[in-house]
């Protein structure tokens, strides 16, 4: 069964790639989302920090100065969230109308995201709040159950927000309810397992072994021989860099592609009816009104 799922989604990763390849500029939506997370998140801390040191100096307790550092932290966090479900929102927009043959600039693409902006600052906090929680929980453990209980944690809330992205994009509604919806079309749609969507990620993840094989076999392989490993690493952080890209890529329009499909819509024409039931349904639910 392992294997069996690892073809069904090496093919559906196939099918999304044929379409990505056709408009290579949606890879850069995962690179203008890193670039603006980064910047606002030295903007937001930038200024969190200087204002702690402002008040530190000012003879104020120690307890207001770690305050307004942890608090520009999780300001900081909700920009990040914020700006990556903005663009993700965007990508998705910049998809929808590639396939209808209505290719539109990524700039437009983020005018239009603006509509949903309010529901993606809704997310951002409710979501910062979760992880928050989350991590306040795991740190009352140690040792092998904090590490369960975050990865058991981790992965529920992966699971409950799987198609929040998409349900922000079609239905513009706010958190409880996009996370309603997203775990609706999971239990109802897809049954309790997604059978081989988690090998999805196998396409983009070679390049990601390849550039972190070459990165340490070089360190390994060619330390004393300077030149040859500063090109090495450039080489395997290429690879690394490229498959972080893809995967983003491919993951946010896969996720777009299975909720549009189950709420009735058509599918695009790379993608054959079959390998995305293969890919989604496990042996035995072959019901294909999913």
Do not use: C
């Amino acid at each position: 069964m392992f294997f069996r799922n690892i073809r069904k989604g090496w093919e559906m990763g196939k099918a999304v790639r044929r379409i990505v390849m056709r408009d290579k500029s949606l890879m850069f939506y995962p690179i203008v989302a890193v670039i603006l997370s980064i910047i606002s998140f030295l903007i937001i801390f930038g200024i969190g920090l200087i204002s702690a040191f402002i008040i530190s100096d000012s003879n104020i307790s120690n307890f207001s100065f770690y305050a307004i550092v942890i608090f520009s932290i999780f300001i900081a966090y909700i920009s990040i969230e914020f700006v990556f479900i903005y663009v993700n929102i965007a990508l998705l927009i910049a998809f929808k109308n590639f396939i209808k043959n209505k290719k539109i600039r990524m700039w437009d693409s983020f005018k239009v995201a603006k509509k949903y902006r309010k529901n993606i600052l809704k997310w951002a906090i409710f979501y910062s709040i979760l992880i928050m929680i989350l991590n306040v929980i795991e740190s009352r453990f140690g040792g092998v159950a904090q590490i369960i209980i975050g990865f058991i944690g981790s992965f529920a809330i992966s699971v409950a927000t799987f198609f929040v992205v998409p349900v922000i994009l079609e239905k513009n509604i706010g958190p409880i309810s996009a996370i309603k919806e997203s775990i609706n079309i999971i239990y109802h749609k897809f049954g309790q397992t997604f059978g081989g969507i988690a090998f999805i990620d196998l396409y983009s993840f070679i390049f990601v072994i390849i550039g972190i094989a070459i990165i340490f076999g070089s360190l390994i392989l060619l330390g004393s021989i300077f030149v040859m490993l500063l090109i090495s690493i450039i080489i395997g952080s290429i690879f690394l860099i490229y498959g972080l890209i893809y995967g983003a890529t491919l993951r946010n329009i896969f996720k777009l592609i299975i909720y549009d499909y189950a709420n009735g819509k058509q599918l695009p024409k790379e993608i054959n009816e079959q390998t995305l039931l293969n890919s989604i349904i496990k042996k035995g639910k072959k019901n294909k009104n999913i």
